[in-house]
């Protein structure tokens, strides 16, 4: 092969080796590349398609409609108020000077129990009105000695003093001693502030030296675990047709017992009372505002699905997600009633049967 044959070649072989670059204006820079084609993504008719690895990823999960017949409720606005049977709070008889308890003042959250001495009232007194205790406690004193050396006397003479007079004296005596204690411990007695009951402290208002009225509130004491709820009702008839009621708490439904109706109304609303119990409790604080669904005797029929998966389409109807197929989701517009807190009744938009995306609903409904 001639050397211009074999430099032929060679520039042949390199040209091949070299990377192919794209003419000017028509590279993509350091851009990412396209996007996968199976990820999700939103349809053209509005549903949604989410492979089964997304699925997974975003935690969805759905559950299968049942038609029942459904109670129709209301929902009322209502707050937490302290259980009379399990609660109490401590107020002195007297005015005066806040001394601590045997454990000191006790902090908001302490438990307590029923009996306690949570703190003392050191009674205030005008330095007139001591001043004459004082002076009756010195003329007790001394009647008091009086009639002392007046029993001893008698005694001496018993073989010819009546009997009655001795007893007479021995009975002026003790009586003078009973009222000496009762005017020297008035002065020197403080007022024991204790617990009414087992709970903890819910409120507190005292500081050590801090001088306070009678009657004052220095104390709240509550049981967290059973409270009670009084909700307002604008339409007195619903009194009449209470079947059973639920606090909603977060994620948690705490059924309520009813306990009765006012017979007079608050601000053209008619009081309704419930009383609830158990460990949920806990985090609710007295005079908290709280959402009570009360459900009626009346039935609707619908199907219940959660609350989370109500979503809203871009025209601010409300929708759930469907899931049609495998991997698709179809956005379902529905009408809804209220029924627990934690689910609500739709009656219409669904069929028995449809799975509903009860998690992850929410970034379904972001996929675009």
């Known amino acids: 092969?001639?050397?211009?044959?074999?430099?032929?070649?060679?520039?042949?072989?390199?040209?091949?080796?070299?990377?192919?670059?794209?003419?000017?204006?028509?590279?993509?820079?350091?851009?990412?590349?396209?996007?996968?084609?199976?990820?999700?993504?939103?349809?053209?008719?509005?549903?949604?398609?989410?492979?089964?690895?997304?699925?997974?990823?975003?935690?969805?999960?759905?559950?299968?409609?049942?038609?029942?017949?459904?109670?129709?409720?209301?929902?009322?606005?209502?707050?937490?108020?302290?259980?009379?049977?399990?609660?109490?709070?401590?107020?002195?008889?007297?005015?005066g000077r806040i001394e601590p308890g045997p454990r000191g003042l006790p902090n908001l959250g302490q438990a307590v129990r029923k009996g306690e001495v949570l703190a003392y009232v050191v009674p205030s007194a005008a330095p007139i009105e001591r001043s004459n205790q004082s002076s009756q406690l010195v003329e007790l004193r001394a009647a008091k000695s009086l009639a002392d050396k007046r029993v001893a006397r008698l005694k001496e003479l018993a073989d010819t003093v009546p009997r009655k007079d001795i007893e007479s004296a021995e009975s002026e005596s003790a009586s003078l001693a009973e009222r000496i204690a009762a005017i020297g411990g008035g002065l020197a007695t403080r007022e024991a502030l204790v617990a009414p009951v087992s709970g903890v402290i819910a409120s507190a208002h005292v500081v050590a030296g801090q001088v306070v009225d009678a009657r004052e509130l220095l104390f709240e004491i509550v049981d967290p675990s059973r409270l009670r709820i009084e909700a307002l009702a604008f339409d007195p008839a619903l009194a009449a047709n209470v079947g059973s009621a639920t606090l909603s708490i977060g994620n948690q439904r705490v059924p309520l017992e009813f306990i009765g109706a006012a017979r007079s109304l608050r601000e053209q609303a008619l009081p309704l009372g419930f009383r609830a119990q158990g460990a949920a409790l806990n985090s609710l604080a007295v005079g908290q505002p709280v959402r009570v669904f009360v459900q009626t005797k009346e039935k609707v029929k619908g199907l219940a699905v959660p609350v989370a998966s109500l979503m809203k389409n871009p025209a601010n109807q409300t929708i759930v997600w469907v899931k049609a197929a495998p991997e698709r989701f179809e956005p379902r517009t529905v009408t809804t009633e209220s029924l627990d807190g934690i689910s609500v009744a739709v009656t219409s938009g669904l069929k028995a049967g449809d799975r509903v995306a009860t998690q992850g609903a929410t970034l379904i409904n972001q996929v675009r």
């Open 1 to 95: 092969m001639s050397a211009a044959a074999c430099a032929a070649l060679s520039a042949a072989l390199l040209a091949l080796a070299a990377p192919a670059l794209a003419g000017e204006g028509h590279d993509h820079g350091n851009a990412a590349p396209a996007a996968n084609s199976n990820g999700p993504k939103r349809l053209p008719d509005g549903s949604v398609f989410l492979p089964k690895p997304a699925q997974r990823q975003l935690g969805v999960r759905t559950m299968a409609t049942v038609d029942a017949e459904l109670p129709r409720a209301v929902e009322l606005t209502g707050k937490v108020l302290m259980d009379p049977n399990a609660g109490g709070k401590v107020q002195p008889l007297n005015a």
